[in-house]
């Protein structure tokens, strides 16, 4: 079950409004057996809806290409932290209450439909100098080239070791 309420000051702090966006809180109950059905992902900071399933919890409440700005008053901008803090509400509360940002304006849909594309060509997110870069590339192509390349042999190195005597001389 979901509702829509007004978003009280102390949540309001939490985030700045936009022109062309809506703004919303939320509120799900859980009920059993009803899987939550919510699929997220983060990109520049932001937790996006990537997929809501039909008859879920969050099918009455959220809508693909939302963001989710809060959970509970906590601010998420990783899909992990957002993940957590969701099943532990549920499972604490049998509730969770998020402020979620939706697109209103053509210009703001169209940001988020890019938003959605774009994480999937995204460099990584820790730059790394550029031999780093060179070494994982000629990494990577060793790695193609290995499957049509001969297993190496295998090389068993025996040593030996002499004990040191325990007689004084």
Known sequence: MASED???????RLF???KGYNYQLVRIDYVKGCKFGLGIKHFQNRVLVTRIDPGSLAANALQTNDRIIDINGVVVSDKEVCRNL???SLKK?????MV???AASSEAIQWVTDAMVASYMQPPSVAMAS???EIAARQKLKMFNMKTAPMPKKVFL???FSRPSLERK
């Open 6 to 12: 007004a978003i009280p000051p102390e949540r309001e």
């Open 16 to 18: 700045v409004r936009k």
């Open 86 to 88: 969701l099943v532990r």
């Open 93 to 97: 509360y049998r509730y969770v209450t």
């Open 100 to 102: 979620i940002e939706r």
């Open 131 to 133: 031999d780093v870069r």
């Open 158 to 160: 025996i040593l030996s």
